[in-house]
């Protein structure tokens, strides 16, 4: 299947900074997009997600931005606060009728 | 609540013990799945259910079984369990294939 990828396998912020996830796909038919929050020992959560006709959509304090030029996929965390500690995960599917996951950024939140 | 729910949440056994994980959604939707984590693999789909009684490989099927007889349930079956299936389960549900999916809280299965 075409692969969903993360630039950076971890994240380290400060308290109070925003957050920046970034993900790459490579399937050009993908047009849905969801990020997921994992906490130690739990399922994969629902945070927000995105459709290829947007570039942005926001939640609470969460923002995802998709570049379907360059096929790139990010999600912003404002005023990252410690129950953000996490691993963050971008989902796609498109033609394929299934969700494929990235491999995830560990996100740390620094006090 | 809406939920999906997932038995047992771990589980050891041995080789060869056949053993079925069940999972099961109060939502009414249609379309579940099964995913195995593993560290530095991400979430790997196992099998996937469009409805019931349809139901096709993901991309990691060798040694797993599924059935789809009603629609709250999806167990996952392993017929005869090898040690590379030790693993990070989970099951989750969505509408459809083109929504959200909602994942379970995951069995954790060690095969010996």
């Known amino acids: 299947g075409e692969s969903v990828g993360l630039h950076l396998p971890t994240l380290s912020v400060q308290e109070g900074d925003n957050s920046i996830i970034n993900c790459a796909y490579s399937?050009?038919?993908?047009?849905?997009f969801i990020w997921y929050k994992q906490e130690s020992g739990k399922g994969p959560q629902f945070i927000i997600d995105i459709r290829s006709n947007m570039d942005k959509r926001q939640g609470q304090r969460v923002t995802v931005l998709l570049n379907k030029t360059v096929k790139h996929l990010s999600l912003q965390i404002a005023a990252t606060q410690p129950g953000d500690s996490a691993v963050y995960f971008c989902a796609e599917t498109g033609s394929a009728r299934q969700l494929t996951f990235g491999s995830g950024t560990q996100l740390t939140v620094l006090p | 609540e809406a939920q999906v729910t997932q038995n047992p949440r771990y589980l050891i056994t041995v080789t060869g013990k056949k053993l079925t994980v069940t999972c099961s959604q109060n939502?009414?939707?249609?379309?579940m799945s099964w995913y195995r984590q593993d560290p530095g693999l991400g979430l790997r789909q196992i099998y996937y259910?469009?409805?019931?009684?349809?139901?096709d490989k993901g991309d990691v099927p060798e040694g797993y079984k599924v059935s789809r007889k009603e629609k709250r349930n999806f167990p996952l079956i392993l017929e005869s369990p090898s040690p590379n299936q030790t693993s990070l389960y989970f099951c989750?549900?969505?509408?459809?294939?083109?929504?959200?999916?909602?994942f379970g809280p995951g069995t954790r299965l060690l095969v010996l």
């Open positions: 939502m009414n939707h249609e379309y």
């Open positions: 399937n050009s038919a993908s047009d849905y």
């Open positions: 989750a549900s969505s509408s459809s294939w083109r929504e959200t999916q909602y």
């Open positions: 259910s469009m409805n019931v009684e349809v139901t």
